[in-house]
């Protein structure tokens, strides 16, 4: 007789099933996830133009500036506000979002199905990847442009000229060949004062040294002239003192004295690609435009790198969501800010090399971001 209490029957070995990642999920997140970041998109750009709009305010008042160059001043700088909100955008989203589901419970559903955390959040992050790639062309095509025109208009509003004199030069031409070295160099007059000019020939050796009070550029020539210059011509045959005014080699245009006031900023990747190859064909230190010209490569990546703190962060808000994320936000994106200008500022004392001044924060919030994913809560 069959003992009902005891007996039970036997269970087949049911074969192991794979969770799949469902569509369902991806439609679910991206529908939570994008409309909280285009609005705090707009949100952190109408921030940025009201805060610069105040700020050239008085500016605009004192030179009686017509309405117009105004709006067109607000339509220029649109594009760079939005290359400075999206990172601060994309944090708000990713901890406004993530901070939700965990107060709701509703990731507790996803995490009992198999789903871990990181994969839940890969279509965000894929998301965030593509925005950042993105943000590197839309920077070149259009924000250094933009941002370039607002500030020559912006800078003729103002009466006083940009001061161009250099003081304690020191350039070299023709790959080397040729030295310029002056106390003081007059832009206006385009005068080199107390010159010395050193000259070598093919084989790199000194076969020419000038001194001169000043050094004149002639318009006509395009070449420089010497006054009261003493001349030393060196040869095997010894030291000779030579007179002469007008050399061939001496035709380095004037703005290679000018004090530099081009910003790295203002000019797309070729052109600043060009301008630091013409400040070291020339000798001039270039480690401070160097650094900002590698931070256009680092910077479009830190959409993608906060995002990835704030999914991390997203687990531990659990009241007062909407204000712990916008306090969140920009507490890490000054974090983020300040560790760039602190790395441009030890790049231009020499002290660590550009491209790793440049790269170094990306590196480094990169790691933090990967160690709080995954000891995040699952």
């Not at 039970?8 to 099933?17: E, G, H, I, T, V």
């Not at 605009?60 to 117009?68: A, L, Y």
């Not at 160059?69 to 220029?76: D, E, K």
Request: charged residues 20%; contains cysteine; glycine residues 4%.
């Amino acid at each position: 007789m069959l003992n009902i209490f005891t007996h039970r029957p036997r269970r087949k070995n049911l074969p192991f099933r794979k969770v799949k990642y469902s569509a369902v999920l991806i439609y679910y997140i991206l529908k939570l996830f994008l409309p909280v970041f285009f609005i705090a998109l707009l949100f952190f750009i109408l921030i940025l133009e009201l805060g610069d709009t105040f700020y050239n305010l008085n500016r605009f008042i004192e030179t009686n500036t017509p309405m117009s160059t105004m709006f067109t001043v607000i339509a220029l700088y649109l594009p760079k506000c939005v290359s400075y909100s999206a990172p601060i955008a994309m944090l708000f989203a990713g901890s406004y979002t993530l901070g939700s589901l965990y107060a709701k419970k509703e990731l507790m559903v996803v995490f009992s199905s198999g789903i871990s955390l990181q994969r839940f959040v890969f279509p965000i992050l894929l998301f965030a990847f593509f925005c950042s790639l993105g943000m590197f062309f839309f920077e070149d095509a259009l924000v250094i442009s933009t941002f370039a025109k607002k500030n020559d208009i912006l800078e003729n509003l103002n009466t006083e000229q940009k001061n161009r004199d250099a003081s304690n030069i020191a350039v070299m031409s023709e790959q080397g060949q040729v030295i310029y070295i002056a106390e003081y160099y007059s832009s206006d007059k385009k005068i080199l004062h107390n010159a010395k000019i050193i000259h070598k020939n093919e084989d790199g050796v000194f076969d020419i040294i000038i001194l001169a009070e000043k050094v004149h550029w002639i318009e006509e020539t395009q070449s420089w002239e010497l006054v009261n210059p003493n001349i030393y011509n060196i040869s095997d045959d010894g030291v000779k003192t030579v007179y002469k005014t007008t050399f061939d080699f001496l035709t380095e245009p004037p703005s290679s004295f000018e004090n530099i006031i081009v910003n790295v900023d203002n000019l797309k990747a070729e052109e600043a690609k060009k301008f630091l190859l013409d400040l070291e064909k020339k000798g001039i230190p270039k480690s401070e435009y160097t650094v900002k010209y590698y931070q256009r490569f680092s910077f479009p990546f830190t959409i993608f790198i906060v995002l990835f703190l704030s999914i991390s962060f997203g687990g531990y808000l659990k009241k007062n969501i909407l204000l712990m994320s916008l306090l969140f936000s920009l507490s890490v994106a000054v974090l983020y800010y300040v560790s760039q200008m602190l790395m441009t500022v030890l790049a231009s004392w020499g002290a660590i090399s550009p491209i790793i001044a440049a790269w170094l924060p990306f590196v480094l919030f990169f790691l933090i971001s990967v160690y709080l994913v995954k000891i995040a809560r699952t």
